[in-house]
């Protein structure tokens, strides 16, 4: 197993808490120049702070707010593991703290349509990166966690749960719904732009190939498209012959491509698409795959 050094080990805290610090400013500002003004709420406790501060006044957000977290961590600590806590509470904190600067920051008094889109955009890309630097703000998803071990729901569904109960109760507490419908569509643009910050803009899939030319169909697709592929073995399951699945990952742009070639040298194949978020690759896996641009190009 490769260990980091103790300055590799250093290097990675120093970027992620960077990375921390830098959404959980996006994200604050978000809130106080555009959800705010616009009495617009996220989802999850952060909305429910929003309520609690729109009740109560805005300069006890950030107490809100992390009172609210602490069970969550708390949770995290005895459930999950004790490294994401300490990540959890720097992010709460950093993200309390900034929201607690930008106080006086000024409003963004304009069309509530911009409000929705650029605010849920800003909001989404800080929360965003904040998770993708091992950080959370908002301990409704380690809720749903323990409830999909626990009951079998998944962490999607729990959350849809409690964000729609949180956008109602809005909506009910202060008896306008366009309020709470608008919130829930900066959620929805939160939360397209927090996937897109996680995940990337890539669009990857991932192809599987049941074939009776596997051999034949390999050297075609690497040396017409220049695609890295995998062999797997497999067993049909009416026939129970072995045969060689081929497991490739490619770019939308050459998917088309690829499934000419397969159908044209094998009309009676099976191929398999599905979507990936995100591919991690080693470091002499990279340089292959750099090699082989090189040469596709």
Same mark, same amino acid.
């Given at each position: ?33 555009f959800l ?38 708390f ?44 605010g ?5 890309? =800080?929360? /965003? &990166?904040?998770?993708?630097? #091992? ?5 409704? *998803?380690?809720?749903? %966690? !323990? ?14 749960v ?63 498209? =220049?695609? /890295? &592929?995998?062999?797997?073995? #497999? ?5 129970? *012959?072995?045969?060689? %699945? !081929? ?41 292959a ?9």
């Amino acid at each position: 197993m490769v260990q980091l050094s103790t300055s590799q080990k250093i290097w990675k805290q120093v970027v992620n808490y960077s990375g921390m610090a830098i959404g959980a400013f996006f994200a604050a500002l978000a809130i106080r120049i555009f959800l705010i003004p616009n009495a617009l709420i996220d989802g999850g406790v952060i909305g429910v702070s929003l309520i609690l501060a729109r009740l109560y006044g805005s300069t006890y957000l950030s107490l809100f707010l992390l009172l609210l977290n602490l069970p969550f961590i708390f949770m995290a600590y005895h459930f999950i593991r004790r490294s994401f806590v300490i990540h959890m509470f720097v992010a709460v904190l950093l993200f309390a703290a900034f929201l607690s600067l930008l106080q006086e920051a000024p409003s963004f008094n304009a069309d509530p349509l911009e409000a929705i889109v650029i605010g849920g955009a800003i909001l989404g890309a =800080g929360a /965003g &990166l904040i998770i993708r630097c #091992g950080g959370c703000t908002d301990g409704t *998803e380690i809720l749903a %966690i !323990l409830i999909n071990r626990k009951k079998g729901f998944t962490v999607g569904q729990v959350v849809f749960v409690i964000n729609i109960l949180v956008f109602g109760a809005y909506g009910w507490i202060f008896q306008d719904w366009h309020i709470a419908l608008r919130s829930l569509m900066t959620y929805i643009v939160a939360f397209k732009m927090m996937d897109i910050v996680i995940a990337g803009l890539e669009e990857l899939k991932s192809v599987l190939i049941m074939c009776s030319k596997p051999e034949l169909l390999s050297k075609i697709i690497t040396h017409e498209l =220049g695609l /890295g &592929l995998t062999f797997i073995k #497999g067993k049909g399951g009416y026939s129970g *012959e072995d045969r060689d %699945i !081929l497991f490739i990952i490619v770019e939308r742009l050459d998917l088309a491509e690829l499934k000419e070639i397969v159908l044209r040298e094998d009309p009676y194949s099976f191929i398999a698409i599905e979507n990936l978020h995100e591919v991690a690759y080693g470091r002499s896996a990279s340089m292959a795959m750099r090699r082989k641009v090189r040469k596709k190009r």
